[in-house]
């Protein structure tokens, strides 16, 4: 299995300092959400995406993932619109630096289970012939109302295109109540690429979650990875470190190398 961290783990670092701490960290790849702390735009940063996938490559780290802010769960449809041309944008990036994975949300919830199942199926079946032509994979993240990988395997059916799949962020399928076992047999040869987090449940208020570093909190990362190993997964374990939206937690200094030397120890 090929290890990367997404760039939400160093607001703070130039890309320089992204690529040198890969190399000497040794991942194998970034994850693009950030660049020099801002989230990317795909029109406004485009130049820079070309830069930093130049940079990474020339030092044998590759981009393996570009993070989009795009939803489908939205009850308006102008505003479904603005997401799906950016979601285009995204995908004309992706094909010019040939990253071809593109992950997009479903969103919070707007409205019922059925509305929100059929305002992404509609999106994503309208995304997927654009995908397809530029060998891309837009990969839907079990997060926020989509946290369940019966949902988004449900959506995935629906869409039913080999440019769309799934991303299983380690966290949110486990924070609803699915075991390992359950998200591998759901989303089975849907997934394309997947988030590793650790977090544990506030003491007081169990619906409430604290992100900690890798092995130490309650998620069952080590077993999520050796099923997915057992079951064949050759892509990228993305460490998803997110400094970006809580600063409390530990600097990427200290995340970034505990986080690899706890996924090198798997032998993965």
């Not at 019966?150 to 299983?168: D, F």
């Not at 990228?236 to 190398?257: D, G, M, T």
Request: net charge negative; proline share 4%; charged share 25%.
């Amino acid at each position: 299995m090929k290890f990367a961290f997404s760039t939400l783990a160093c607001p703070n670092w130039s890309t320089e300092q992204v690529v040198d701490n890969a190399v000497r960290l040794g991942y194998d790849a970034i994850e693009l959400r950030l660049l020099d702390g801002e989230v990317i735009d795909p029109v406004r940063d485009a130049e820079k995406v070309k830069q930093a996938v130049t940079l990474s490559r020339s030092r044998g780290i590759e981009v393996c993932t570009l993070d989009t802010s795009c939803r489908f769960n939205i009850r308006d449809p102008q505003e479904r619109a603005k997401h799906l041309a950016d979601l285009e944008n995204w995908i004309r990036l992706s094909q010019e630096v040939q990253v071809p994975i593109l992950r997009v949300f479903g969103g919070k919830s707007d409205g019922s289970e059925d509305e929100a199942v059929s305002w992404v199926v509609e999106s994503l079946s309208q995304i997927a012939p654009q995908a397809e032509r530029a060998s891309a994979i837009v990969v839907l993240e079990t997060h926020d109302a989509f946290s369940s990988s019966h949902l988004v395997a449900k959506i995935l059916q629906q869409v039913n295109s080999p440019s769309v799949a799934a991303l299983w962020d380690s966290h949110h399928p486990y924070r609803v109540g699915e075991s390992a076992e359950e998200v591998l047999k759901t989303l089975d040869g849907h997934i394309a690429h997947v988030h590793v987090k650790d977090a544990r449940r506030d003491p007081v208020d169990s619906s409430k979650w604290h992100l900690v570093l890798v092995g130490e909190g309650e998620v069952p990362v080590r077993e999520q990875l050796t099923l997915l190993k057992q079951n064949g997964y050759t892509g990228y374990a993305s460490v998803e470190w997110e400094k970006r939206w809580h600063p409390e937690i530990q600097e990427p200094e200290v995340a970034l190398p505990q986080h690899i030397a706890w996924l090198k120890s798997l032998s993965l």
